[in-house]
């Protein structure tokens, strides 16, 4: 068969689009092949209900590297993000509520409302992260060495990365290891008194994550939430024009001016490789596809444990993969609405809180027990909710009048005890209305669809490996250079030729494009 590909993709998540059009810009013949009907991955806005253009899975931007916006030209294409503002909005039982605001000064009146100290303290505590998250973030963009150090090359590139920490103060270097090891609750215990502010930012420090506030590590993910931002203003997250699939759309556009073809409904089956090397693909049809290069966007337990063979890799290996925690505790509900939520810590429609992240959570005590469920294999029974209303920000994404609303929860676990997610979405999903409900009563009245999407449904959807909304944990032990596994962090893998360009490599998931982009830059460099 006639072969007219250097490199294929698998999967047009976001990163696999980025890593094909980055190939194809430098002069590759690049294909992707994508198993659903849509390019984007978890980065999708999908007509769920006739007029109603939902971002299925992801529903927020700030992450997206601007290296790649500039490189690829994403606003050319469509790639345009508004800044939420407020950006946070929590109610508490007892009938307060905070904002968090742009404005500075809007946000330290607010936190002023539970404590002057806290105020006082929380202009330090952003100047803090902002240092910290301003080093993190030069290791996104960064292909990590091989750990431990196969030769000089590598303890060069040890030398250089500590190199990026010149310019901190020995107490920062001392706070960058501290929060990559802290809990999020001892963190921010740290720096703050108010239940009200801590809870409001502990949040961050528990999206994706299979543990609670109070486990180690979980601090780290608070500062991966503040790596990024919205139009170079460090911190913000915003929602995207068209919705999260218009981020995807873009790459994919950028992509194909530069000749990539992308296929979708087109699912891989295995990955061919003859002596130790990769030289195609095998589609579920049957159909062989050969090129010298692919390139997996799938998470790693699917790239290694489904699609290759397990003789075509080291026994080792093998084991390290399989031993890589994919199991998620993330579920995602849409809602389409007829109005919108009345909160009774907030009334008036439409107000300020309806364009923040909404939260439903009144203590960082709350998180943790909302976790001891999950770690039981429960749902939380009080579990924490985001929500957000897109449609806020960009009404076309809805009928005239209408809204959707996006809810993200924390705990879900993919794994349940005694039973299955297939009998219990319907009952957890009232579960979760009930719990709106103390907080905004008119919150059934309104909605006119549902779309619940547990960690089950999540893996079966987009393809998550238990249903891990980052292709795997982020967690210390599966990070940086240990991402999937030790010795293999620089996106190849032990087949030559085959590459990981997903979450599932450095630097982790989200909607950043970083492991797209790194992994092209390895590819060009082989
Ligand atoms: C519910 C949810 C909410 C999230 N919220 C946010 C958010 O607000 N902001 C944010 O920054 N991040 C968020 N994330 C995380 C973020 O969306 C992901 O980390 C990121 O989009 C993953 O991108 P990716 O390109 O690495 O992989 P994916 O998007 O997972 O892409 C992999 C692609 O491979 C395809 N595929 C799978 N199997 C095959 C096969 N056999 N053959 C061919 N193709 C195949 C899949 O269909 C998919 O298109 C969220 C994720 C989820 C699930």
């Given at each position: 068969m006639l072969d007219p590909f250097d490199v294929i993709i698998i999967g047009a998540g976001h990163n696999g689009l980025v890593t094909a059009a980055y190939l194809a810009k430098a002069g590759r013949r690049v294909l992707v092949l994508e198993s659903r009907e849509l390019v984007g991955g978890c980065a999708v806005t999908e007509e769920i209900w006739p007029g109603y253009r939902v971002s299925t899975a992801s529903y927020l931007s700030s992450l997206m590297q601007e290296k790649v916006v500039r490189e690829l030209q994403l606003e050319k294409f469509g790639y345009q993000v508004d800044a939420k503002d407020p950006a946070f909005f929590s109610p508490f039982p007892d009938g307060r509520h905070l904002f968090m605001w742009q404005d500075r000064a809007k946000t330290l009146a607010e936190i002023a409302k539970f404590s002057q100290k806290d105020a006082e303290a929380y202009p330090k505590y952003e100047a803090y992260l902002e240092r910290l998250a301003i080093v993190a973030e030069s290791l996104l963009l960064t292909t990590p060495p091989d750990f431990p150090p196969r030769g000089p090359g590598d303890f060069i590139e040890f030398l250089k990365l500590a190199g990026k920490l010149r310019g901190l103060s020995r107490a920062e270097i001392v706070g960058l290891v501290k929060i990559f090891t802290q809990s999020a609750a001892d963190f921010l215990d740290q720096w703050f008194e108010s239940?009200?502010?801590?809870?409001?930012?502990?949040?961050?420090?528990?999206?994706?994550?299979?543990?609670?506030?109070?486990?180690?590590?979980?601090?780290?993910?608070?500062?991966?939430?503040?790596?990024?931002?919205?139009?170079?203003?460090?911190?913000?997250?915003?929602?995207?024009?068209?919705?999260?699939?218009?981020?995807?759309?873009?790459?994919?556009?950028?992509?194909?001016?530069?000749?990539?073809?992308?296929r979708t409904n087109a699912p891989v089956a295995r990955i061919l490789v003859k002596d130790g090397r990769a030289h195609g693909v095998v589609l579920q049809l049957g159909e062989e596809i050969e090129a010298k290069v692919v390139a997996s966007n799938l998470d790693p337990r699917r790239t290694f444990l489904k699609l290759t063979d397990s003789a075509d890799l080291p026994p080792d290996f093998v084991q390290s993969i399989k031993n890589?925690?994919?199991?998620?505790?993330?579920?995602?509900?849409?809602?389409?609405?007829?109005?919108?939520?009345?909160?009774?810590?907030?009334?008036?429609?439409?107000?300020?809180?309806?364009?923040?992240?909404?939260?439903?959570?009144?203590s960082v005590e709350y998180i943790e027990r909302a976790w001891d469920d999950a770690k039981y294999g429960k749902p939380s029974q009080n579990p924490l909710i985001e929500m957000t209303i897109p449609t806020m920000y960009d009404p076309s994404l809805a009928p005239p009048g209408r809204h959707i609303m996006g809810i993200f929860l924390q705990y879900a676990p993919y794994t349940l005890r005694g039973t299955t997610w297939d009998?219990?979405?319907?009952?957890?999903?009232?579960?979760?209305?009930?719990?709106?409900?103390?907080?905004?009563?008119?919150?059934r009245s309104i909605?006119?669809?549902r779309q619940t999407l547990t960690p089950l449904d999540l893996e079966r959807r987009f393809g998550l490996t238990g249903g891990n909304i980052f292709h795997g944990?982020?967690?210390?032990?599966?990070?940086?250079?240990?991402?999937?596994?030790?010795?293999?962090?620089?996106?190849?893998?032990?087949?030559?030729?085959?590459?990981?360009?997903?979450?599932?490599?450095?630097?982790?998931?989200?909607?950043?494009?970083?492991?797209?982009?790194?992994?092209?830059?390895?590819?060009?460099?082989?």
């Open positions: 239940e009200q502010l801590k809870v409001t930012l502990a949040t961050d420090g528990v999206i994706g994550a299979n543990g609670g506030p109070r486990s180690p590590g979980t601090a780290y993910i608070l500062l991966h939430h503040c790596m990024g931002g919205v139009n170079g203003h460090r911190g913000l997250w915003g929602f995207v024009r068209g919705g999260m699939g218009a981020v995807s759309n873009a790459i994919a556009d950028s992509g194909r001016a530069k000749g990539v073809k992308i890589f925690r994919s199991e998620g505790t993330s579920l995602k509900m849409n809602l389409a609405l007829s109005g919108l939520p009345e909160f009774t810590a907030y009334p008036g429609s439409p107000g300020p809180q309806h364009r923040a992240t909404m939260h439903i959570c009144p009998e219990q979405r319907e009952p957890y999903a009232e579960r979760i209305l009930d719990v709106i409900e103390q907080y905004c009563p008119n919150i909605t006119l669809e944990e982020m967690s210390l032990d599966q990070m940086f250079v240990l991402r999937p596994v030790a010795g293999w962090a620089k996106y190849r893998t032990p087949v030559k030729g085959l590459y990981l360009c997903g979450s599932g490599a450095h630097p982790g998931g989200g909607v950043m494009g970083a492991p797209g982009h790194n992994a092209a830059q390895a590819i060009l460099k082989d």
